[in-house]
């Protein structure tokens, strides 16, 4: 029988949103967005979206007019009562009320602010401007929607059985991975797939597979819509976007070396366990654990987001012994460029000298490598950065050069306040 | 929206049938029906089960009392009225009222008869018995039904993930063969994979992927019920069981020779051009086309169902040259065992000597080979036969001595009557 009442339901929407609610986004954006609501309200940042594969170009890919059609739908969003309910009530990280009361009317009041789109090349110039905790708000759906939108663009080009087998080959492969996963003894493995996901509901699917194919060893994602309607842990702790804009607003030499470990101690006043987990690539691994107080020492871990994850791992390790920290009742998180291979050999080599875990991303939520002609589908590594703080640019360093960012002059004095020297090149594959 | 209607009808079905119609069958049944309808309609046969392949314990994977369910759906339907109409009005092989208004009448008021069903060393024993042209209709629901309940039987133990996974992979496959073939220039290709297809819509799956990726190369499908649903060319011509019987109603030696001759001496008084094709190799092709009266060389085509495709076209190709016949001008339908490579490598051969044509079955709906743990899903060899008429046996000795069956007395009369010697030995996959 058909349901005549949701056909023409469905024929009434104007658009197919991307975004269909303001919690589809990374948990930590919405824990690091209620720390600068309670320590930096009124800072005026400016995030900016950067393509880095410069031959995905977005511009000639995606309508213009979509494009805004979806970015202007996220603004019409607000919190919904359900959602609102959720985070009010709902246990993160073991903790009642982690957001709180002052936090929560200030959120479901919001709206996000305007955007500035304009074409350069082939690609968009996306910015957002405006005070810091709206603004943040923006990263993953702005994310979200180009990424999806993409997608979109190439499987408007594809038969309805070229799209069935897409999706079942799409569906193999995921399917084939966890299945190698769930060999590995003691896995702990999140979803963090969603800024660069292929689509919500190819998400969703990924991390019901993950659910129903790893148990326990999968512990969470990091999308609060879906871990509110999988009814599972939400998990996230902080970005590069905290020490960057912090470095940002330094006035001096010294202050900028101690902006790292200022926005810190905040973190530190506000949380505990496994919130407390250590960023510490913004401006160079080595030199932020040499020159690191050791409260942070004590941290309950530390997650790795650049460079050679091993060697990472195996600096952190020398680091809490030298401070007269046990290695093995430290989390160490890995959370880049990961697929199964180099989770199978991180695992291997850190189970039992650490607490290994595993944020993955991209290859989870778009491994479409291959699967489209031409290559069409295959994830690309688009980012949507702070680019600016009360007008002064902000500087990324990280392990690895090709994820630098910031005006020359200003990444030079970086390096220097921070001591960085040589760095070893790492392709960006997502 | 919930379609609450429709989820209460689906919960009202007692069982789900497996086959909902009378022509969810091979168009060369019905063809078959009215021939024998008209000219041996008191024939007494019984048709029974066989399953080659003896390491399939079917009587244990099936449960007795669903398969019954089943058989019993099937003695519950008729010819609906659209179906009947889709019979009457429709062109079949370019030609209308292809059935006469008395065999329709007929098959309007036809209920199929009693069937007799017992278990043995693992197996079901599945009996017939009764006139020709009701009893003969059992064939394929009989053989669709025990694939299907086969495959229900080990898809229970499967979990979501697992299924969507499973059909994800068994579409990729199939496409992947679609694309393939359709490299090839010239193809001319139909769907015969009723019989042991996987499932009623798993068939109705593989017809519209042929459809939507081999466009004009695919001519049809042998199941009526999906050439009246997907509005495709119903194809097929005729089967082992014409000779079969015919010859075992033979009374002498002599009679036993031409009976094979005798009953596609009917045909060509019923049937021209594209359904003038011969089926030589009931008691071996060699003898079968070296005894044939000319009449039959000047038949539109042959079909090649056993032993080695090639050097059987090849004997064929000699056989019209030898008769003053034009090759290029004849059809020669390959039907058995085949998949891509060697529909691939036949048709390499073949085209342009001849008109090759393929009929592809069980690899085409039911090559789920390694797709479920322990090859629990792989096709099997099963078929359904007339194996006694008028209380004499038949025998079928084809280009295969595997394929063989009969009372070993009788097949080596049979040998001696059609000069039938060696045979090489291949084994049969499905």
């Not at 999706?167 to 492969?173: G, I, L, S, V, W």
Request: with cysteine; glycine share 6%.
């Amino acid at each position: 029988m058909v349901d005549i009442a949701s056909r023409v339901h469905n024929h009434n929407w104007k658009i197919d949103p991307i975004i269909r609610s303001l919690i589809d986004t990374d948990f930590y954006k919405l824990l690091m967005c209620q720390s600068i609501f309670r320590n930096r309200p009124d800072t005026r940042v400016t995030f900016s979206l950067i393509n880095r594969s410069k031959d995905v170009r977005l511009a000639e890919l995606v309508d213009e007019g979509e494009l805004r059609e979806q970015l202007d739908h996220v603004r019409s969003l607000s919190l919904t009562r359900g959602e609102s309910t959720w985070m009010r009530g709902n246990t993160f990280y073991g903790k009642r009320q982690m957001f709180r009361p002052d936090f929560m009317e200030w959120f479901e009041n919001l709206r996000l602010p305007p955007y500035v789109l304009e074409k350069r090349d082939g690609q968009y110039e996306l910015t957002f401007e405006g005070a810091w905790p709206e603004v943040m708000l923006w990263e993953i759906p702005a994310l979200a929607i180009l990424m999806e939108l993409r997608s979109r663009a190439v499987l408007q080009t594809m038969g309805k059985f070229e799209l069935e087998v897409l999706y079942a080959r799409a569906m193999t492969r995921v399917w084939d991975k966890v299945q190698r996963l769930r060999k590995i003894p003691g896995l702990k493995i999140a979803d963090f797939g969603t800024r660069r996901r292929h689509s919500f509901l190819w998400q969703d699917w990924c991390v019901q597979a993950m659910t129903e194919g790893l148990g326990d060893a999968f512990i969470g994602t990091s999308n609060c819509r879906i871990a509110m309607r999988r009814d599972l842990e939400a998990v996230g702790t902080n970005a590069h976007e905290l020490p960057m804009v912090f470095a940002a607003l330094a006035e001096t030499d010294e202050e900028l070396a101690q902006a790292p470990y200022k926005v810190l101690a905040d973190w530190h006043e506000e949380h505990d366990g496994n919130l407390r987990i250590i960023l510490p690539d913004t401006y160079g691994t080595e030199g932020f654990l040499k020159r690191a107080p050791d409260w942070l020492a004590g941290w309950t871990g530390i997650r790795i987001d650049s460079g050679d994850p091993a060697s990472a791992a195996e600096v952190a390790i020398r680091w809490w012994q030298e401070r007269g920290e046990d290695p093995r009742q430290k989390l160490v998180i890995f959370s880049d460029g990961l697929d199964v291979e180099n989770i199978e050999e991180l695992h291997a080599q850190f189970a039992g000298r650490v607490k290994a875990s595993f944020g993955w991303g991209t290859l989870l939520t778009n491994d479409f490598r291959g699967l489209a002609p031409g290559d069409s589908l295959a994830p690309f590594s688009l980012v949507c950065k702070a680019v600016s703080a009360n007008g002064k640019p902000t500087v990324k360093l990280s392990d690895n050069p090709m994820k630098a960012m910031g005006p020359a002059a200003e990444v030079a004095r970086y390096k220097r306040v921070f001591g960085v020297g040589e760095q070893a090149a790492m392709e960006v594959v997502v």
